[in-house]
């Protein structure tokens, strides 16, 4: 929340522990890329990749920008911040119908995503079309129009309950659902 006493909800890009491990093992990577004996298309293939990689992490982390906002004029679903106006998008409460808490899981690991359920009439989001629907029809456990209006919690971190008190001051009824696995 931006402030205790506040019921608008914001969480902003920062360090996290998944952030602080990915920049110090690039950084790790990097450096051991830049010893002598490492050849030369090792270091062209895993310089960009980590040093880009982990640079880009760090940017993130140190950016500030919102990542996510519920206010009274509804929610705010910040973009990545290397293309942050091209990937922000607000939704009005007019269209929300509710939240979905959810993970998309891969090999060993997951990502949490929080989502906003839309009335079937809203406008279309950025990034909406039927390439896309496509694509994640077959890759991820919730629908597609979840999908087009969540956000990875990545870089950032969500707080539940303080989400669900900001959704219950301004919408009250609008439900805040975990996805079954």
């Not at 390439?131 to 209006?149: G, T």
Request: with cysteine; glycine share 10%.
């Amino acid at each position: 929340m931006t402030d205790r006493s506040s019921p608008v909800y914001q969480a902003r890009y920062g360090w996290d522990r998944r952030t602080a491990g990915i920049v110090a093992l690039s950084a790790v990577f990097t450096a051991v890329l830049l010893l002598p004996d490492i050849p030369l298309l090792g270091q062209i293939l895993g310089l960009p990749l980590f040093g880009a990689g982990g640079l880009f992490m760090a940017y993130t982390a140190m950016s500030g920008k919102v990542a996510l906002r519920v206010d009274e004029t509804g929610v705010l679903l910040g973009g990545s911040p290397a293309r942050y106006r091209a990937t922000t998008t607000h939704v009005p409460w007019d269209d929300i119908t509710g939240f979905v808490l959810w993970r998309q899981t891969e090999g060993g690991t997951s990502l949490p995503y929080v989502g906003v359920t839309r009335r079937k009439d809203a406008p279309p989001l950025p990034g909406d079309g039927p390439k896309a629907r496509a694509a994640i029809r077959r890759l991820v456990p919730v629908s597609a129009d979840v999908v087009l209006s969540s956000r990875a919690v990545n870089g950032w971190c969500l707080n539940t309950d303080q989400l669900t008190a900001a959704v219950d001051h301004f919408a009250p009824g609008t439900p805040v659902q975990n996805h079954p696995y």
